[in-house]
């Protein structure tokens, strides 16, 4: 369980903290942490009830917030989910987001770990 | 302390509203994202405000003035295309950086960002150390366009009030594109900076189109510059016309060939306005308002010019108030300014009037109807330079006239005030060639005629001045001879020259002067035809002449025909058909028994016209004879065009005719070649018996002359017909 998460997408984040600031790694994590799952749910929810446009935009944001923290699975699938709800093919949406919570739940305990473990 | 880097950032990207860091503004959904940007910014110098959506962004946009914005394109609530669409359409965002975040695979967001008005654009997921140096970068060129705008709106500004434009033709493709400053001069709307040079000239008038376009194809032609001055006409009643100068200069290919011309368009309108005025303040007199001296000079050299090429005359006069110097010791300064302003007024009434004294040599050319200047140059001397003149009696009317109103009085300052004025005149050419000799000897004459005593005008030249007062005197006492009766005519017979018998008389004009008695009519017919004074003179004749005849009728005389002498002048000036006319219906004369007698001068300017008037005369029925033949221009060739009955050979023939024998051929030749056109001929100035031989031996028809007769008055001829013995005269002839 631990190829959820690029470590160097992390160093990256790592490297823009400034000395004497809070820690930017821990407090982009936390947001993660913190916003994610409502848009996960968000996904999940759309892609039952067919709303195409809330899975868009939850999709997009879960894409790149995914992406800067290098959940490189989780922003992929995201993306696909997004470009898929761009379309308008639901079906392609629900097969998408097979495993997209369990995907979102790896990679969050990974970083969770790994940021454990900094501190 | 802020390290050397941070430092030289924030002098180079401080904006220039004295803010010590630039601030960016950074709008973005994804709080992770804010944040991880957030450090770098602040690493590299700016101060950074946040945004969630695009509604949070317009409100940090208002408050914050940021000096960049990074703008995330898809945001809930409101994006960031629809952000910007808000912050480009107010005036304070109208030039701010935006940097557009668009997905990496989102080709139509980039497209979009642009559309929309987005200065650059950076795809997701975003580089926070790439970022700063992007923003630098795009602060720097905003720095550069900024000056850029400011250097453009300083020149457009500089243009706008020197009121200059630039221009470029491209010849090959006649496309135009010009400057604001042009645009706004030549009426184009404000947004259009181009249009086609046609367009363009199609703005001029007729004539200003033509000499443009000819400037501007010659500049092409001939590769070189080329600078020329049109007005512009008004585009509408509130503005004025303008004068606008164009210049240019050519641009050339490799060939050497013009393709373009580039160059400046000014307004100088103002300019030439004030260099009027100063022309005004050099040229003209500021008390009085008329030319001074320098504007005098000008004018008097335009009028030596044309008069040289013209071989026209014009006059000269030079005044002097009298007693000036009294009304400014006695009554101020301001009192003689008054003076001199009235003196004015009164002065360029007279000559105004003059205009139609003074008739142009030529009427066709207007601009022989030189213009008449007066000018104040200097106290209380005047000049009036009367541009053309016919005869010097007119410079002495005008000096007259002058004299008489200037003389009558003025009111200043509620006293009445009496100036009188002295006038020299000087005459070009008579009294000299240049500007300098002309003033010189008007202003000689003023001092002979102040010597004279004031108030009164005087020639330079003595002989003119005789000349001019004689003439001038004749003028006014011709016009009263008629009504005082000492004009007479007086009537010559002519005679058959085979049978001897009275064939005509010839009505002769006679002026019994009171004073100077009998003056010929060679001396006053030119003056009455020079005056006009010869249409009222002339119908008096025919009216006179025809009355006399009828009543010699109606005593009892065998009607013969009534020659009557018609000037030219009558025919071209006056209505010498209706006079005609009118003078048989009133006396009642049978028409036929009238002789009109012409001079070969009425053909001289217009044979067709010539020959109009006397078939209209030929319609009355007169008869018309050719008066003075020989003398003229004599062209025997017209002679078989005209509708005419008779030829009078003229006396300067007939008087040598026994001892010349040159003389006697032309007149036989007039006699055959006459009589060949089915004309009669009369010989003129008979004076001896042989001369009527020789005139018989040709078969000349009638003839006149002392021999015969001397000229009779209306009395004398009747009594003298009853006495007359045709056989009498023919025997004394036969006899000798």
């Given at each position: 369980m631990t190829n959820h998460i690029d470590k160097s997408a992390l160093q990256a984040i790592s490297s823009l903290q400034r000395p004497g600031k809070p820690d930017l790694l821990g407090r982009i994590v936390d947001l993660f942490a913190s916003d994610s799952p409502a848009s996960i749910s968000a996904i999940v929810e759309a892609v039952e009830s067919g709303d195409l446009e809330s899975m868009r935009v939850a999709a997009h944001s879960m894409k790149s917030s995914s992406a800067y923290l290098g959940a490189s699975r989780l922003s992929e699938q995201c993306r696909n989910i997004e470009q898929a709800a761009r379309e308008g093919s639901e079906l392609e949406c629900f097969a998408l987001a097979e495993g997209l919570e369990e995907e979102f739940e790896a990679s969050l305990a990974e970083l969770m770990q790994i940021v454990e473990r900094a501190a | 302390m802020p390290s050397p880097q941070e430092k030289y950032q924030a002098q180079v990207l401080a904006p220039s509203s004295g803010r010590l860091r630039p601030v960016v503004l950074h709008v973005d959904d994804d709080a992770a994202s804010l944040l991880m940007a957030e450090g770098s910014l602040e690493d590299a110098g700016f101060d950074v405000v946040h945004a969630a959506d695009g509604v949070q962004a317009l409100q940090q946009f208002k408050t914050c003035e940021p000096d960049l914005i990074i703008m995330d394109a898809v945001m809930p609530v409101m994006d960031g295309f629809e952000a910007i669409t808000h912050i480009r359409s107010n005036a304070m965002g109208a030039h701010v950086p935006i940097l557009m975040i668009t997905g990496l695979d989102d080709l139509d967001s980039i497209t979009r960002a642009y559309d929309e008005g987005a200065t650059d654009f950076l795809t997701k997921p975003i580089n926070f150390f790439v970022l700063p140096h992007r923003i630098q970068y795009m602060l720097r060129s905003k720095r550069t366009a900024d000056a850029l705008r400011s250097s453009q709106a300083k020149l457009d500004n500089a243009q706008r009030i020197a009121r200059l434009g630039h221009w470029d033709w491209n010849?090959?493709?006649n496309e135009l594109t010009w400057s604001n400053e042009f645009g706004r001069t030549m009426g184009?709307?404000?947004?259009?900076l181009m249009g086609s040079w046609n367009g363009f000239l199609e703005k001029l008038s007729d004539d200003q189109r033509h000499s443009v376009r000819m400037a501007a194809s010659q500049a092409v032609e001939e590769v070189r510059g080329f600078s020329v001055e049109f007005t512009l006409i008004k585009f509408s009643e509130a503005e004025q016309d303008r004068t606008i100068r164009l210049e240019a200069e050519p641009h050339v290919n490799e060939q050497g060939e013009c393709t373009h011309l580039r160059g400046t368009m000014q307004d100088i309108t103002e300019r030439t306005n004030a260099q009027r005025q100063i022309h005004n303040l050099a040229y003209f007199d500021l008390v009085t308002g008329l030319p001074n001296r320098a504007q005098l000079n000008e004018q008097l050299n335009y009028a030596l010019k044309m008069a040289k090429r013209r071989e026209s005359k014009f006059a000269l006069l030079f005044l002097d108030l009298d007693h000036f110097k009294q009304v400014n010791d006695t009554l101020g300064h301001d009192a003689g300014d008054d003076l001199l302003k009235q003196v004015s007024g009164r002065l360029t009434e007279v000559v105004r009037e003059s205009d139609s004294v003074a008739v142009p040599a030529d009427p066709l050319d207007e601009n022989s109807n030189s213009k008449h200047t007066v000018a104040r140059i200097g106290g209380d001397e005047f000049v009036v330079l009367?541009?053309?003149?016919?005869?010097?009696e007119d410079a002495a009317r005008v000096a007259e006239r002058i004299a008489k109103t200037i003389s009558l009085p003025y009111t200043i300052n509620d006293t009445e005030v009496s100036v009188t004025t002295t006038i020299g005149i000087s005459l070009y050419p008579a009294d000299g060639q240049s500007a300098e000799l002309l003033m010189k000897h008007a202003d000689v004459a003023m001092y002979h005629a102040k010597e004279k005593g004031r108030n009164g005008y005087q020639f330079y030249s003595r002989g003119i001045h005789e000349q001019a007062l004689a003439r001038f005197s004749m003028e006014s006492e011709l016009k009263n001879a008629i009504e005082n009766e000492e004009l007479d005519l007086v009537y010559q017979p002519k005679f058959d020259v085979v049978s001897g018998q009275p064939a005509g008389v010839e009505a002769l004009l006679r002026w019994d002067h009171p004073v100077n008695g009998a003056i010929s009519p060679a001396d006053f017919i030119p003056l009455a035809e020079e005056t006009g004074l010869i249409m009222p003179l002339g119908r008096w004749v025919l009216q006179q002449a025809c009355r006399q005849m009828k009543d010699w009728i109606d005593d009892g005389m065998e009607p013969i025909a009534m020659s009557v002498n018609c000037s030219p002048v009558q025919f071209i000036r006056g209505n010498m058909i209706k006079d005609v006319d009118e003078a048989i219906s009133q006396s009642g004369l049978p028409s036929n028994l009238l002789e009109v007698e012409l001079t070969e001068s009425l053909f001289l300017q217009n044979i067709e016209n010539g020959i109009n008037i006397l078939q209209s005369l030929k319609k009355i029925g007169v008869q018309i004879s050719i008066d003075d033949f020989g003398t003229g221009f004599s062209s025997l060739s017209y002679l078989k065009r005209l509708p005419i009955d008779k030829i009078k050979i003229d006396h300067s023939f007939v008087q040598d005719l026994s001892r010349d024998p040159g003389d006697a051929a032309i007149v036989s030749a007039i006699i055959a070649l006459s009589h060949n056109l089915n004309l009669s001929v009369v010989a003129e100035g008979v004076e001896t018996a042989e001369q009527l031989d020789i005139l018989r031996s040709y078969d000349c028809d009638e003839y006149q002359g002392?021999?015969?007769?001397e000229p009779l008055s209306a009395g004398e001829l009747l009594t003298w017909f009853e006495s007359y013995k045709p056989e009498v005269r023919m025997r004394k002839v036969s006899g000798m």
């Open positions: - | 010849v090959v493709t184009y709307p404000q947004n259009q009367l541009g053309s003149i016919n005869r010097v002392f021999l015969a007769s």
